[in-house]
């Protein structure tokens, strides 16, 4: 089948049958990953080439430091108000979506959170435009949702905030879907769910000065300082997904790099958002045409009681997940990094088919 699941998502089949693979018997360890100890020479050498791989495709620059966290995307919003206030009593947050909102809630429990900018107004359908952004130089730093996973917002531009102020970004479902520049960024983060592996390992690039910032009732488990001079290995890690992320880089390297699955997902999102606004109102988009994710496509029936039958044929046809979250209704498909265009292709033929068929 085709998996548009927005996560956790397909991972590269070739990824799967490598791991398949060696599951018993690592590199002639024999051993399986799972069993082997995260200090032995063996994982350190997994977890030392997944950090070096990812440093290598997105350029990391040598004063950030790569952190590879469990908790999830979810546990990074109470994390980084906890390790980047420091003296300051504010933050600021761009509100575009679900995502948006959950990190500002928890960021309220630690911070006065200054809403700088949202699209609530027009139901998150688009970004609003940066010069009508009310930031404040003084904040500890501003925090934005690059691709709500939810809506099938993506911002298309990366924002510059008031010199000093270090940019957030959760970049979960984007992560390593096109290329960026880290210098922007003060601190990124991301679930690897989407587009680095299984669920239970959260990746966290940190600019090395943020890291001395965290207010003192920080638990341990939670400070950015404590992983990054334990080399992610404080406590035990998510020794498989690492492993599995590693597996994903290099796979990402023979795709062409970022700069390679960075024109296949211009591709792949191109050809459905034609066939969205080429059926004649048939399937529609809310998404203001510039902030359509390329992610997460999320689109209307006209009919919304076809919804049930276009979910149930489409899995006849071997395409499964495309129910959208139950927050916004309609459908949504997700089509990450590891989604063949080939998937892609069969879903414009099935969606072309059943608008003709019910039009
Ligand atoms: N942020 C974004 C943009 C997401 O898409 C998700 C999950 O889908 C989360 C945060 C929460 O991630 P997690 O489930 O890893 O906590």
Redesign the pocket.
């Known amino acids: 089948v085709y998996n548009f699941s ?2 956790p998502a397909v991972l590269p089949h070739s990824v799967l049958a490598e791991a398949q693979s060696e599951l018993l018997d690592w590199h002639g360890s024999g051993m399986s990953v799972m069993e082997m100890s995260h200090r032995g020479k063996e994982f350190m050498e997994i977890i030392h080439d997944a950090e070096h791989d990812l440093r290598r495709l997105m350029a990391i620059p040598e004063n950030y430091r790569v952190l590879f966290l469990q ?5 990074q ?1 109470s994390m980084v108000p906890l390790n980047l206030l420091g003296e300051k009593k504010s933050v600021d947050v761009v509100n575009t979506g679900h ?1 948006s909102k ?2 500002i809630k928890e960021a309220k429990h630690y911070a006065k959170v200054n809403v700088v900018a949202s699209s609530e107004d027009r139901n998150f359908s688009y970004v609003p435009a940066e010069d009508t952004w009310q930031c404040d130089p003084n904040a500890a730093y501003l925090h934005y ?1 690059s ?4 809506g099938g917002l993506q911002f298309p531009f990366v924002p510059t905030p008031p010199e000093g102020v270090p940019l957030v970004c ?1 970049m ?2 984007e992560f390593l879907s096109h290329e960026i520049d880290v210098n922007r960024f003060g601190l990124i983060y991301a ?1 690897a ?2 587009n680095i592996g299984p ?1 239970g390992l ?1 990746v966290v690039i940190v600019r090395e000065d943020l890291l001395d910032r965290a207010l003192r009732i920080t638990p341990t488990m939670l400070n950015y300082r404590v992983h990054a001079d334990a080399d992610s290995m404080y406590n035990t890690p998510a020794t498989f997904p690492i492993y599995i992320a590693g597996l994903v880089l290099k796979w990402i390297e023979e795709q062409g790099g970022i700069k390679g699955i960075a024109a296949r997902n211009e591709e792949k999102a191109g050809l459905l958002y034609h066939t969205i606004d080429s059926s004649g109102g048939f399937y529609s988009s809310h998404i203001e045409t510039p902030f359509r994710s390329k992610m997460n496509v999320t689109f209307r029936l006209r009919d919304e009681s076809l919804n049930d039958s276009f979910v149930s044929e489409a899995k006849k046809n071997g395409l499964v997940q495309l129910k959208g979250h139950r927050v916004v209704g309609g459908m949504r498909a997700s089509i990450y990094n590891a989604m063949p265009i080939e998937g892609v292709k069969s879903l414009v033929h099935f969606m072309q088919d059943f608008a003709r068929q019910h039009g």
């Open positions: 927005s996560g908790g999830g995307a979810s546990q919003f995502w959950l990190a949702t691709n709500e996973t939810i959760d979960s479902s679930g769910q989407k669920s959260t």
